[in-house]
């Protein structure tokens, strides 16, 4: 990474706040357009974001290693503790800050785009299945995150991820938010993306709960670097 | 690889379950969000299990090769077999033995998110073209992985292996079950991907009559390593 | 790049006609064979752009750098005044030149496959939101040429640009023209990728201050070359 | 490349006939799942078509080039033609013999798998735009796969050959065949993807113009090798 601090949360904020936007607004396109298949919606909703998603990190990772989500930068700091130049705590909650602060503002992006009101978001989401979705696409996530960077591979960070939360749309019953900016800022668009603010603190708690189940997994699976780290590959994500 | 035994065991487990879970949990996604289009449910579910498999493969082939598959697992062992520190029989067998308990589990934990029960599934497949259609699909997968081991190019099989599949699931009539793990797994989840457990026999036996096609095909094709082996790539697959 | 000023100016050409000659061509294939549902037209154009776009970086960046866009020969201009070596104002306005002739003759060539008039389309577009959609869209585009740019990552220009457009298609609520050279090509077809002549003028506008935009940002992040610069990538783009 | 002459068109024969068997087999999945919208149906067709196109690219690359296409194996020969080692006439000619014989027998492996009948189409294809799209499908192809070779990016074959197809699938107004030996097998099944072949020569005629066209824009955008031949890729292709 090159970037110094207030560069790296202002990548962290823009890149979140990008994500949303896209989570967001292709929502809105696809229930505009395609009215009468709601799964027609979600495989255009998919598409975007996933695209989007590979973009961002791709854009962002040598700035601010393109964390875009809190469980991440949690998960990172976790990871890295006790190492020097790893991601200190209050590192990760300057991270949270901003990612939260892009996750909102890229709501209202989306809505000023598609003129739509800012508002609190009406639609019910939850139980039992859709929360172990949550865990599993979380844990998911911050599994792979941590494994590339641990097998000097953060360049196929891009792809990868994107490929994991396309494929999680589909196959976590909760369409995968997997990520607690994300689902902050999805409570103030009352569209298709929306979850009601009610609704939230569960999913929230449910993407933690993953991030720890992830550390674990990594834990088993590559328990430490698997080899002397590399020449830094320029989509580098800090650890 | 860097995995010890158990690892390699837990990562096979873990992919399959993954893998298994990303099959099912699409293919339920896909029906109740697209009811009325047959075509869109696959496509959302080829979509899916596409993307699933290449992370699989990213995630998992650093610590056993992730094979996912025991079609790869035992055409991996005869192509190594003789071979120094190439899998042992006894080594494909306990790869064997983790990707069906995985299988298994991921298709229950695909019930438990979209709260349906675990059951034997009532989805009658067969016939002459869909057997035909297994061993085409399971020969180009399997020439497919040892093919790339041979020419020392494994940091291609997470793109290659998922575009495969992606394709084959369109054209073969059986939409490419290609894996008696997968089809295993598949047996208990009485929804979308689901095949009746009668039916999975002659399924497997196809998948194993491919995978000898495979073997041929390589054989023909690359008889022998085409050049000495590189550094080896990170995401090796054992051989 | 190894092209002489001719050879720049005809790729540019060639590749801005044929960038439009997909998002027209696929535009119109989209409506004729699905006639029932815009978004599913949408899904189908997007997808023909997005890997149209990708294939065009691919083979012409070594030629002309594969600007295929005025706003970005602009902003790579701007980013490169006064660097020995760097694109003169004259040589963009040169490349503007051609992009434009290309994109009226991709349009045309569109008009011809499908056997349909060149004639001036009489689709309104605009309105404030999808304005703000132009502008994120060409931020976002220019942000991200001139970051890889900086950061020695060029090769990578043609996978993350088609990402970008293929997720802000659906994602912004212009459905992402980005491109001035395009939006004018865009005019002399009356289908569906189509935009009224009138309704011009304020999209490009929108267009360059989004590239300005994009300046602002990547002046940002990326305030100067994060490192010296490596051997030239294959896909360089011209800075 | 790796392969004896033998073994080459081995390899030719094999990859055609999987390209049609996967241009066949889903347009017949394609149909029978999704009755209802053609578009969605070609859709369809395009992701399988374009991903098995990639995955076969990367497995026959190392052995014979992967040409898969008379197009391509003329073109080549005539780029080649005074180079020592390049391909001969003979040689384009026996190759062109394997991709026929392929194409024939991958459709009817399509028809065996999908249970319909070999039997001649009767799908009329032409017009004087569908005749414009084939030259435009096929001049991008053969001066993607050139320039590629003129610039010693051979490896990133396999994803811009699939873009390139996959978008003109849809931006063409034939839906690209831009194959001699693929619109000779599509000629024997009576489905989604046949062509009568009564108009079948006209297509073909088509290509062969398309393929000059293409050898004249690689001409004057790549005239020689842009720099000495680096140490071959794996994927190389025969020039």
Known sequence: ??????????????????????????GIMAVRLSPDDVGLQLLQNAWATALALGVLITLLG?????????????????????????????????YVGAQLAGGLG???????????????????????????????ATAGLVALVLALVRTSRTHLAAPAVAAWIGAA??????????????????????????????D??????????????????VGVLQPRPARPTRDPEPVAIDL
């Open 169 to 198: 749309v589909w196959f976590t019953s909760s369409t995968s938010f997997a990520n607690p900016a994300v689902t902050v800022g999805r409570t103030v668009s009352d569209t298709f993306a929306g979850i009601a603010p009610g």
């Open 1 to 26: 990474m090159s970037g110094s601090l207030p560069r790296r949360l202002a990548a962290e904020l823009l890149g979140t706040a990008l994500l949303v936007a896209a989570v967001v607004g292709s």
């Open 62 to 94: 040598p700035v601010s290693g393109a964390h875009l989500n809190p469980a991440v930068s949690l998960g990172v700091w976790w990871a890295a503790r006790g190492t020097p130049g790893g991601l200190t705590l209050g590192g990760a909650g300057a």
């Open 200 to 217: 939230a603190p569960a999913f929230v708690l449910a993407q933690l709960l993953g991030a720890a189940v992830g550390l674990g997994v």
């Open 106 to 136: 890229g709501a209202a992006l989306a809505n000023v785009m598609f003129e739509v009101p800012t508002k609190l978001s009406t639609t019910a989401r939850g139980g039992t299945g859709q929360l172990v979705g949550e865990v599993v």
